[in-house]
């Protein structure tokens, strides 16, 4: 049963510690909510002047300031356009250290409420915060934008904002500094089920500009949203001051998705996830701990080492082929094989991508005793096996299409394909099932198999659903992204022993919502190192490594013993035609896997320090970045020289060491055994005692340090 807190709507305020950092809302005498602190000391802050005088809370439509864009805006059931909110009550429930909490709100016109609701997770500091509304209007209401957050930053000449945002696909991740100018600078995604592809819902503000891993203030901003997301930047400069104020909204993207709300229902925004931190080394630690506490599946558990066939085979394959290459997984000695697409269709088989999607039975030309002879072959040679699904997908060439026309997502007009495919309505009840029942069966069929590979080729084109009422089509945006978490949420409980990959075309659906029901996501489908390099770091802003599934393959053709120690620093496996590789390019793959034994603990479970950044500088040409155990009685520092050198070699500061221990210190480029560079301190290490040694373009260094000494 909550706490009610029912104090009166007066200078009241509204405390969030959200662990090393806060917010504080006060409402003003006619009950409108203004953000009186915001950041370090926010949730202390002191109501100094009258709570008017602060930036609204979260701005509504028609609410006092008629010059700024708002977080909240709603059409009434009576064609009124305009929200004016006034707290009703503070609603405070303690979650152990933590709290949950809902400051409630209520039209001072109209019988509808918005609910402004935050769930603290003080371990990280990273603060989860969504709207919900509900209404006993005459009719329904429009909801036009509903952004989930609206905070308000005091920002100097030069705040400045990285976004991930690229030319699509397979150039997820793209890191984009700039500085903000005054006006409204809109960052979105569009696409519905990848559009992540597009744009990553993550953004980091630096209110004071740039930052490095240590020093600065730093906002980390997430929208959990599986679907499209927006960021608004409202900067607006303040008369005969340096500074200004600055409004960041972020929430789902409402743009064609106005949501029809009737009355005694009620709407519940995308989650936000955000934490203010010092310096970007602490953003990254907090969104870890937080990915790990309250996103990730199994986060303890160990990841393997996996074998995916789809850079070798493509749909062209057969039973012999793929336990060819299952042999090859075990004996480079990798912990898993994945069999990717192609692998099913009977009537209209998977030989391209043209057919059979839907159709999720083997195909007995490639496969003609099924999965479980694979799943056999697996175990035999001490193997799991890993399965490729795309549940939510139909090729018109396919029994499914034949049988059900009318399941897939559309509007009054002819689908349009992309990739060949269509994308099935979650909408429809019986689709939900359908796409529950596809894992249930193929992994029925193949019993054994605890590993699975989930994957969506198509954004959506011809927004519409069947399942909807004609006034409602808008709705479908919010609703599919609810109704396919509906279907994870059935699959990971209904299999919770088997790992799930989530991937979108590469890393279309990188979200911290989607992710709920995942172990891991394919960060890019494109694995060509250098590029992977520049992505990872970006990507490993927000994640652990072990969320990261990077695969050796031949992109890109660069040398082999690089190719693998960029894919050893995030979840490792391989992607490569291991049945065509030589024996030194095998004994390569062999020594990746055993540093991949030696050090995957700490790369999956260990701390994350930041070293020599490819994305900032005048010098992009190399990257460093370690993994330190919780105890830091050992580490591993991974070291790429992506291009030529542009300048001198940088100095390597290994820091988050523990200063007092003695370290020995081993290195290897992978394309042999490496050598032992003897024995530093850890202040010696943070200092520069190792030299950089990959100079030359595409090599790289895989060092790891082992404490032989503790402090007394
Ligand atoms: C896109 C994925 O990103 C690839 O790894 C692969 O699984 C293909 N789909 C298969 O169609």
Known sequence: MANTDDAPPDQEAVRIDAGGWGWTWA???????????????????SVDVEAIW??????????????????????????????????????????????????????????????????????????????????????????????????????????????????????????????????????????????????????????????????????????????????????????????????????????????????GTTFVSPTVAWTWSTGRGQLSDRFHRWTRSRVLR????????????????????????????????????????????????????RDDDTAGLGDWEPDRRKLPRGLPALVEAAGERHLRFGIWVEPEMVNPDSDLFRAHPDWVIRDRRAPREHRNQLALDPLIDEVRDFEVGVVDRVLGGA??????????????????????????????????????????????????????????SGGGRTDHGTLRWFHEFWTSDNTDPVTRVRMQWACGHWFPASAMAAHV??????????????????????????????????????????????????????????????????????????????DRSRAVVFCYQLDDPLSPPAELRITGLDPDGTYTIDATDLSDDGRSLGAASGAALADGAVAWMADEATTARVIELTRVAAPD
């Open 553 to 630: 393959t031949s992109w890109g053709a660069r040398p082999l013993p690089f190719a693998c120690a960029v894919a050893l620093s995030a979840r490792f496996g391989f992607d490569l035609d291991l049945d065509a590789l030589d024996d030194d390019a095998l004994t390569v793959c062999r020594r990746a896997v055993a540093v991949a034994r030696r050090t995957q603990d700490l790369v999956q479970h260990g701390r994350l320090v930041r070293l020599v950044s490819p994305v900032d500088g005048t010098d992009r040409s190399r990257a460093a970045l370690g993994f330190v155990a919780p």
């Open 298 to 349: 199994d986060p303890d558990r160990t990841r393997p080492i996996v074998v995916n066939n789809w850079e070798s085979t493509f749909f062209d394959f057969d039973e012999q082929r793929i336990v060819g290459l299952i042999d090859r997984a075990a004996d480079v000695g990798a912990d898993l094989f994945l069999l990717d697409d192609g692998w099913f269709g009977t009537t209209s088989p």
């Open 27 to 45: 409402a003003d005498t006619e009950g409108r909510l203004h953000q009186v602190g915001l950041g370090p000391d926010g949730a202390d802050a």
């Open 54 to 263: 602060y930036p609204d809370s979260h701005p509504t439509w028609g609410g006092p300031d008629p010059y700024r864009p708002p977080g909240l805006r709603i059409t009434h059931a009576d064609g009124t356009t305009t929200t004016r909110l006034r707290l009703d009550r503070v609603d405070r429930q303690p979650l152990g250290d933590d709290e949950s909490v809902s400051v409630c709100t209520v039209d001072e016109s109209f019988d509808l409420r918005v609910r402004f609701c935050v769930t603290t997770h003080r371990a990280s500091g990273v603060l989860e915060q969504w709207i919900e509304v509900d209404h006993d209007e005459g009719g329904p209401v429009v909801l036009w934008d509903y952004d989930s957050i609206a905070p308000t930053f005091l920002v100097g000449t030069d705040a400045t904002i990285t976004q991930f945002g690229g030319a699509g696909w397979a150039d997820e991740w793209a890191w984009t500094t700039e500085r903000l100018t005054p006006g409204t600078k809109v960052l979105d995604s569009l696409g519905g089920i990848q559009p992540h592809l597009q744009r990553a819902p993550m953004l980091l503000l630096e209110p004071n500009g740039p930052t490095d891993e240590h020093a600065g203030d730093v906002v980390g901003c997430s929208i959990a949203w599986g679907g499209n997301t927006r960021f608004a930047l409202d900067l607006r400069p303040r008369a005969n001051d340096d500074r200004g104020d600055l409004r960041l909204r972020a929430g789902a993207n409402p743009l064609g998705a106005q949501y029809v709300l009737d009355p």
């Open 447 to 504: 019993p054994g198999t605890s590993y699975v590979k989930w994957d969506a080729n198509r954004p959506v084109t011809d927004p519409g659903s069947s399942a909807l009422p004609a006034d409602r089509q808008s709705n479908a945006w919010v609703d599919w992204v609810r109704a396919t978490w509906e279907v994870m949420h059935r699959v990971a409980e209904g299999h919770p022993d088997v790992e799930v990959m989530l991937c979108a």
